[in-house]
């Protein structure tokens, strides 16, 4: 009997899983409260845009549903309620996958581990590709013949997951994130630690020992637990000593970054070495590693002033680390906030002013001390500000804390535009 497969979401998860339905033979219906977002499809792919119709669960057995709906709208509450199977993209695209996987979470780090991880591995000779939240849904990788995936995997894709099990994991931090989908911060934490609960004693599950949400997530999963850290070596796990990087026993060279980017690439090569990354594959990836675009990237620097872009500090959890991580901030800050407290963001001790922007302004000028708060009116004009405020030794942070998309495509567009107002300047 053909299976018949309700898709909810047209955007990158949503295509993907409705391309994998198609080449399992699954008659499918994918559906998109917006009707432009329904374009492009094939002839023989069913759809239906506007308003929910509780109807279109009656003709189908399965629904997928995209990372990006959030469990209290009407179709996911309907799609759990109507007796077929529900699950997540990942938990689709699992189901499908012809090679073992290792997987990713944390509210802060997800890209860095995920993509470092597959380099060793891949510069060790196996076959390995990095795919979920990091870009390439994993819905497009299920079949596709490789010796392993790793998997970035967010809080919403570990929401609706039932028989997931990754060889390797890590949880690499928790945070308050995405309050606003998940309804509390326990809810959140609680979709995290799906990550590890079908795993077994023959698995590894790897967390930074200095986050106290990881600590707490980890604890009575059944997988063998492997602390890390960015600034010593835990006992029984990985990290840092003098100039070298500890993973098991093999020594590597330790990189020349803040303490974040260290626990990032110690966590990647204690994944990758368990799944069979040698010593030479994780030195090479770890001494040419070179931060992502958007975090905490350099983009300028003149009179003493150092202009830093880590617009994908989409929360507190990571502006905080980048703010702690200068000696002298002036901090661009706001945009959308995802229901989270903001006021140990503007507390930290290294800024010494506050630049507000977007509909987080008013939460911020209330948590910022007197004196210290400005109100930009874009970021051009928060640009204007830092440069008339910065004098040499301080660091102008573009860490927003917030999401972007209330000024923003995402946070990308948002990066891009803050440095390219900063190259301007520097032209000037």
């Not at 300028?300 to 905080?320: C, M, Q």
Request: proline letters at 4%; glycine letters at 8%; a negative charge.
């Amino acid at each position: 009997m053909t299976k018949r497969t309700l898709v909810l979401g047209a955007a990158i998860s949503g295509r993907a899983a409705v391309r994998l339905a198609r080449r399992l033979g699954h008659e499918v219906t994918v559906y998109d409260r917006d009707p432009a977002a329904l374009s492009g499809f094939d002839a023989e792919i069913a759809s239906a845009s506007g308003e929910w119709d509780r109807a279109l669960l009656d003709s189908h057995d399965l629904v997928v549903t995209s990372p990006g709906i959030p469990q209290h709208v009407d179709a996911i509450v309907d799609s759990r309620s109507a007796g077929i199977d529900f699950i997540s993209e990942l938990e689709f695209a699992y189901r499908h996958l012809d090679a073992p996987c290792v997987a990713v979470t944390g509210t802060n780090g997800k890209t860095t581990v995920t993509a470092a991880t597959a380099d060793m591995l891949a510069a060790s000779g196996i076959d390995a590709v990095a795919a979920g939240n990091i870009g390439v849904a994993l819905s497009d990788v299920a079949d596709s013949g490789h010796d392993l995936v790793v998997v970035e995997a967010s809080s919403f894709q570990l929401q609706f997951v039932d028989s997931f099990h990754p060889k390797a994991a890590a949880i690499l931090n928790i945070a308050p994130d995405h309050l606003d989908w998940h309804g509390s911060y326990a809810a959140y934490a609680a979709a995290k630690r799906r990550i590890g609960e079908r795993q077994t004693a023959a698995d590894i599950i790897v967390y930074d020992r200095d986050d106290a949400g990881a600590i707490a997530a980890v604890s009575g999963l059944p997988a063998v637990a492997i602390p890390v850290s960015g600034t010593m070596r835990p006992q029984g796990g990985n990290g840092p000593v003098g100039d070298k990087l500890h993973i098991g026993p093999v020594t590597l060279e330790r990189p020349q970054l803040d303490a974040a980017f260290t626990m990032d690439l110690t966590a990647a090569a204690t994944l990758a070495q368990h799944m069979g990354a040698s010593a030479s594959a994780m030195d090479e990836v770890v001494a040419g590693f070179v931060p992502e675009t958007h975090r905490r990237t350099v983009v300028g620097e003149r009179d003493g002033i150092v202009w830093v872009n880590d617009s994908k500090a989409t929360n507190p959890h990571a502006a905080l680390a980048a703010a702690r991580a200068y000696p002298s901030v002036v901090l661009i800050a706001g945009g959308r906030n995802k229901g989270l407290d903001l006021s140990p963001l503007v507390g930290v001790e290294s800024v010494r002013a506050v630049i507000a922007l977007g509909e987080a302004s008013a939460e911020l000028a209330v948590a910022t001390q007197p004196g210290r708060f400005h109100q930009a009116e874009s970021l051009a004009d928060a640009v204007a500000i830092a440069g008339d405020l910065a004098v040499a030794g301080d660091t102008v942070l573009l860490a927003p804390g917030c999401a972007s998309f209330d000024m923003f495509e995402d946070y990308r567009e948002r990066g891009r535009v803050f440095s390219d107002l900063v190259a301007r300047r520097m032209d000037n």
